[in-house]
């Protein structure tokens, strides 16, 4: 367990930096963040000072070098655009994007599961048949859609939800959080319903595949044959085996939801990190965009990594020692 952990740590280490040389190459060429910084009257010898000042002008091997050194000792810089530190910026911002993926993770996996597990066991019915047309729809429409939909139906036509914004926060030390309020609760809602559709949608289908699968393996028809009850053979074995795939997808569907909420926050100006990388697109602030493809590398790694060692210690054929093959403690 003890070497599994450690080279796949020396693994994540490696696909981060590799992540961190990407992302600072790439956006050596979007535009010139000096013009985003002055204004037409600056002089060309200001912008050439600014630009010494940034450390611009130096080889492009001294500059990621400089910023490697930098991420390692928590600094990530200064934002071109709003003159703060880089990760004062995202700090801000984080609980906001962390409070909205982590519901719409919950909703997309405590509705999912079950819709899943529901189509495979009964799939003539009608309600799995309405599930299945609703799954088409998650995958088919897209996010930007869905969320306008929802806001043109529940906060303009019937007024019951808010359209944008986080609603009243609460804060707790450097936390803030909607979810004590109600205003927050309300503010919520939407954007975690559209963030979730496509993760509900998919995890469904994913269940639903997985348990059909099992349902028509061997040791479940050895089970019918022992005579064992439908509930024990569909929900203490066949279920069991459906959900070991499944939570390796889940636990990467988590870091996506993170990483590819930038469309929902900006559909419902959520004021997140998503939406903070949106305006720094546009400015070419190069230290805020680095900082947050560096940050969700780092969460896939996270989550990757955990859900690699949870698989790790549910399956036993993961733990065969290669040379042995036996299983190791």
Request: hydrophobic share 55%; charged share 10%.
């Amino acid at each position: 367990m003890t070497n599994y952990f450690l080279r796949r740590l020396l693994q994540s280490a490696i696909v981060l930096l590799a992540v961190a040389m990407l992302a600072f190459l790439m956006f050596r060429y979007i535009g010139d963040p000096v013009a985003q910084m002055v204004g037409q009257e600056t002089t060309l010898a200001e912008r050439a000072a600014l630009r010494q000042q940034l450390g611009l002008n130096d080889p492009v091997p001294v500059q990621f070098a400089r910023f490697v050194m930098q991420v390692l000792q928590g600094n990530f810089g200064i934002s071109y655009q709003m003159g703060q530190p880089v990760g004062s910026l995202l700090a801000e911002r984080l609980p906001a994007t962390l409070e909205l993926s982590i519901m719409a993770f919950l909703f997309a996996a405590l509705a999912g599961i079950p819709m899943g597990i529901y189509t495979a066991l009964y799939p003539t019915r009608w309600l799995s048949r309405v599930f299945l047309v609703v799954s088409l729809a998650g995958i088919s429409l897209p996010t930007f859609f869905i969320g306008i939909m929802l806001i043109l139906l529940f906060g303009v036509e019937l007024a019951w939800l808010p359209t944008f914004g986080r609603g009243e926060t609460v804060h707790l030390g450097w936390w803030t959080t909607g979810l004590l309020t109600v205003s927050g609760w309300k503010s919520i809602l939407m954007p975690a319903f559209t963030l979730a559709l496509f993760q509900l949608t998919f995890i469904m289908r994913l269940v639903r595949s997985e348990m059909i699968d099992v349902l028509r393996a061997d040791f479940i028809k050895f089970a019918r044959a022992r005579g064992l009850s439908e509930r024990s053979i569909n929900f203490g074995h066949a279920l069991k085996n459906t959900l070991v795939p499944v939570m390796t997808v889940a636990g990467m569907q988590l870091g996506s939801i993170i990483a590819f909420g930038i469309i929902t926050e900006s559909v419902f100006q959520w004021p997140g990190i998503g939406l903070l990388f949106l305006q720094s697109i546009s400015t070419a602030d190069i230290p805020v965009m680095s900082t947050y493809l560096l940050m969700v590398a780092l969460i896939f790694i996270v989550i990757n990594l955990t859900v690699d060692l949870l698989y790790y210690a549910v399956d036993p054929r993961l733990r065969v020692d290669s040379t042995g093959g036996r299983a190791s403690p």
